[in-house]
């Protein structure tokens, strides 16, 4: 239902607001840019400190902007089940094509807490549903055989896999087959997960390149490796630069330093350090992107 490069869009922000201009300004770019489609408020999108009501407005511009020119898969993840029922069916109602739910995080369920948690989810709202699996933020990994469990729920569709482990990628495709599309969560890895059998990527790096991050998903989903490796060499250093520090700081950044947004954050996330950014701006320079 969802591949090739899907994009984390950010949320812009101005003198501590969003910036609804800019947020659908950077709708434009992403959809003239090729990209399959837009994930708002997700990690790149701060979700974790907008308001309800912010995260709300940020779903329904995206998808008023997108005007279904591309699907939308709305971040709609929490630790706790009722709020992410809350979120995800306020998602559906806006006209979200999809759901993208972190696994909880924090109060780290075990791994039936977490099966339960999603066929919760997917049983009180009738919309495709992706599962996020990155250890890294949540403190505990989706386990293969819990996402097989999960693969048979009808309207649990896909995976946001970030976890770094070839093994785990390799096992969940061996357990759910078709039945579970898998997505890179980790742009560097994007190439390698499919040549595994995943099907696209949920990217940070495509705010910025979404020409290039689009055609590297295409090439790959249509079994030419030779151009997905020159287009994964191509974007590397610019990945690299947009992780030295936690995202979504340096694509922010990044952003600022091409006029689109500002670099504003809310904490407690700050603004980019001198150094990094310094390096980030030579990156993006040598890429012709500033």
Do not use: W
């Not at 809350?86 to 909880?104: C, F, H, K, Q, V």
């Not at 075990?110 to 709202?125: E, L, N, P, S």
């Amino acid at each position: 239902m969802f591949n090739g490069a899907l994009t984390a869009i950010v949320t812009p922000f101005r003198d501590g607001e969003v910036d609804q201009q800019a947020l659908r300004e950077l709708v434009e770019f992403q959809i003239q840019g090729g990209v399959d489609g837009l994930v708002p408020c997700g990690s790149t999108g701060e979700s974790a400190t907008l308001t309800h009501s912010e995260h709300e407005q940020v779903i329904k511009i995206v998808i008023e902007q997108a005007r279904r020119r591309v699907p939308v898969v709305a971040g709609t993840g929490s630790n706790s089940t009722a709020e992410a029922i809350r979120l995800t069916a306020s998602a559906r109602e806006a006209g979200a094509d999809g759901a993208l739910l972190i696994s909880p995080y924090y109060n780290k369920p075990t791994q039936d807490g977490i099966f339960r948690h999603y066929k919760m989810v997917a049983a009180a709202v009738d919309l495709p549903l992706i599962v996020y699996n990155i250890p890294g933020r949540t403190s505990s990994n989706i386990a293969p055989e819990t996402l097989a469990r999960l693969s048979e729920i009808r309207n649990i569709v896909g995976v946001k896999e970030a976890s770094g482990s070839m093994d785990q990628t390799s096992d969940i495709h061996r357990l759910c087959g078709d039945r579970l599309t898998i997505l890179s969560g980790d742009d560097s890895l994007t190439v390698p997960l499919m040549a595994l059998g995943a099907k696209g990527v949920i990217a940070t790096v495509s705010n910025v390149m979404p020409r290039e991050t689009h055609e590297l998903a295409a090439a790959a989903l249509a079994g030419d490796y030779a151009r997905a490796r020159e287009l994964h060499y191509k974007l590397l250093p610019l990945v690299r630069a947009l992780f030295v520090e936690t995202n979504p700081i340096p694509v922010k950044q990044a952003l600022a330093f091409m006029g689109k947004c500002t670099a504003e954050m809310r904490m407690p996330l700050t603004q980019m350090s001198p150094g990094p950014a310094d390096k980030l701006h030579a990156v993006m320079k040598e890429l012709r992107l500033i």
